[in-house]
Antibody, heavy 120, light 113 residues
């Protein structure tokens, strides 16, 4: 059974760096084809994809945020970490990590999400 | 970027009636090498993460009731709920994974009339 859980601060100040950790179980990020993505959702708004890391350490970023995002993996700890620099109130959102299915390429399992508020 | 446009923004349907949600991509998401459309549908209920319903535009995820169906190809797609149940009240999103950046539609809110 695949599970994912996001963790990190609930409140960050403007200009600070956000670090979120996705801890997962039920799969290995060293298995060919596997990926983990980050998606966020501002309150009352639509989903927005941020980043994706693959088993071979290939990384993809949302172009408009690429300069602020870094995604890394720690296969031994079954974790994926997303950092976002220079946080702004518009970055207030629920941040989700999700498992990318190797067959369908869809995000088939999602974490419960973690709400991050950016405020001074 | 591929822009995903959903319509309508919201709809109210009577219990047992059909609900139809449309999704249009700004360019084709048909992957020619396998003739599959890289298009998914998610359901999101309040306070919950999205749940995968449909992938490859028309393949139902395991465990999803067969009243949910997806259709379409290229740039035009439809999610149909054949007989709306109370538990289907949610926001539905389409998403393309044909190319990066992955993009979602704006969502369609389905309510009971």
């Amino acid at each position: 059974q695949i599970t994912l859980k996001e963790s990190g601060p609930t409140l960050v100040k403007p200009t600070q760096t956000l670090t979120l950790t996705c801890t997962f179980s039920g799969f290995s990020l060293s298995t060919t084809g596997v990926g983990v993505g980050w998606i966020r959702q501002p309150p009352g708004k639509a989903l927005e994809w941020l980043a994706l890391i693959y088993w071979d350490d290939d990384k993809r970023y949302r172009p408009s945020l690429k300069s602020r995002l870094t995604i890394t993996k720690d296969t031994s700890k079954n974790q994926v970490v997303l950092t976002m620099t220079n946080m702004d109130p518009v970055d207030t959102a629920t941040y989700y990590c999700a498992h990318r299915n190797t067959g369908s390429y869809a995000f088939d399992i999602w974490g419960q999400g973690t709400m991050v508020t950016v405020s001074s | 970027d591929i822009v995903m446009t959903q319509s309508p923004d919201s709809l109210a349907v009577s219990l047992g009636e059909r609900a139809t949600i449309n999704c249009k991509s700004s360019q084709s998401v048909l992957y020619s090498s396998n003739n599959k459309n890289d298009l998914t549908w998610y359901q999101q209920k309040p306070g919950q993460p999205p749940k995968l319903l449909i992938y490859w535009a028309s393949t139902r995820e395991s465990g999803v009731p067969d009243r949910f169906s997806g259709s379409g190809s290229g740039t035009d797609f439809t999610l149909t709920i054949s007989s709306l149940q109370a538990e289907d009240v949610a926001v539905y999103y389409c998403q393309q994974y044909y190319s990066s950046p992955l993009t979602f539609g704006g969502g369609t809110k389905v309510e009971i009339k």
